[in-house]
T-cell receptor
Framework: EDQVTQSPEALRLQEGESSSLNCSYT??????LFWYRQDPGKGPEFLFT???AGEEKEKERLKATLTKKESFLHITAPKPEDSATYLC???????????FGAGTILRVKS | NAGVTQTPKFRILKIGQSMTLQCTQD?????MYWYRQDPGMGLKLIYY???????DKGEVPNGYNVSRSTTEDFPLRLELAAPSQTSVYFC???????????FGPGTRLTVT
C-alpha cells in the first residue's frame, strides 16, 4: 500500500531561521511527488512537482528536492507569511490518484 | 477564470438527512476529484472521475455517491448523513495525470 509520512507534525521558526520539512514515501514506481501549501480555511495550493530522484525545484524562499525514498522542502530565511500547512502527495503508476501525507504545520514568528 | 468553485461553504445537517455538495470547474479539465479532510489526517480521496460519464471509487467512498454528466460539474451526494461524515470536503480538478490538481475552497460540513 502506498504511504506518505511527513515530519515534523508542527514546526515553529523565528523569522530568518532556515529549516527543512520531510516527506518520506513508499510507492512502487513513483510517477510524481507533489508539494502543496494550505492556508487556514482554504483549499491546498500547488507548489511543486518532482518526477525523478535528484530533481530540484525552487520558488522564492522554498526549494524542493527528491531522493528515491523521500523529499525535502527547504525554507530559507522564512517570513511570517510562509506560515501554513505544507502537504506532500505521491502518485503511483496505474492510477490518477494522489496519496497525501498528514501535513506539516509551519509557524514563523517575527 | 474562477477555477474550481464549491457550494455551499458551510452546512449543518441532522443525522439521516441528505444533501448534495456542488463542484464546478471552468478550466476544461477532464479529471475531477472529491476529498475529505479531517484534522491531522491529511486528504482522503472519496471518488474521482476521468471524464464525463466515468466515475470510480477512491479510498473512502462509503456513504457517498457521485455523477459526472458534464465536463464542468462533479456533484457529491451524501445519503443518510452520519456524524462520521463531519469533515471539510474539497473538490479538485486536473488536466491529466500525473500533473497537478487544482483545489476549490472547500465545504465545511457538520452532522449532528
Amino acid at each position: 500500500e502506498d504511504q506518505v509520512t511527513q515530519s515534523p507534525e508542527a514546526l515553529r521558526l523565528q523569522e530568518g531561521e532556515s529549516s527543512s520539512l520531510n516527506c518520506s514515501y513508499t510507492v512502487s514506481g513513483l510517477r510524481g511527488l507533489f508539494w502543496y501549501r494550505q492556508d487556514p480555511g482554504k483549499g491546498p495550493e500547488f507548489l511543486f512537482t518532482l518526477y525523478s530522484a535528484g530533481e530540484e525545484k525552487e520558488k522564492e524562499r522554498l526549494k524542493a528536492t527528491l531522493t528515491k525514498k523521500e523529499s525535502f522542502l527547504h525554507i530559507t530565511a522564512p517570513k511570517p507569511e510562509d506560515s501554513a500547512t505544507y502537504l506532500c502527495a505521491v502518485q503511483a503508476p496505474g492510477g490518477n490518484k494522489l496519496v497525501f501525507g498528514a501535513g506539516t504545520i509551519l509557524r514563523v514568528k517575527s | 477564470n474562477a477555477g474550481v468553485t464549491q457550494t455551499p461553504k458551510f452546512r449543518i445537517l441532522k443525522i439521516g438527512q441528505s444533501m448534495t455538495l456542488q463542484c464546478t470547474q471552468d478550466m476544461n479539465h477532464n479529471y475531477m476529484y472529491w476529498y475529505r479532510q479531517d484534522p491531522g489526517m491529511g486528504l482522503k480521496l472519496i471518488y474521482y472521475s476521468v471524464g464525463a460519464g466515468i466515475t470510480d471509487k477512491g479510498e473512502v467512498p462509503n456513504g457517498y455517491n457521485v455523477s459526472r454528466s458534464t465536463t464542468e460539474d462533479f456533484p457529491l451526494r451524501l445519503e443518510l448523513a452520519a456524524p462520521s461524515q463531519t469533515s471539510v470536503y474539497f473538490c479538485a480538478s486536473g488536466d491529466r495525470a500525473p500533473y497537478e490538481q487544482y483545489f476549490g475552497p472547500g465545504t465545511r460540513l457538520t452532522v449532528t
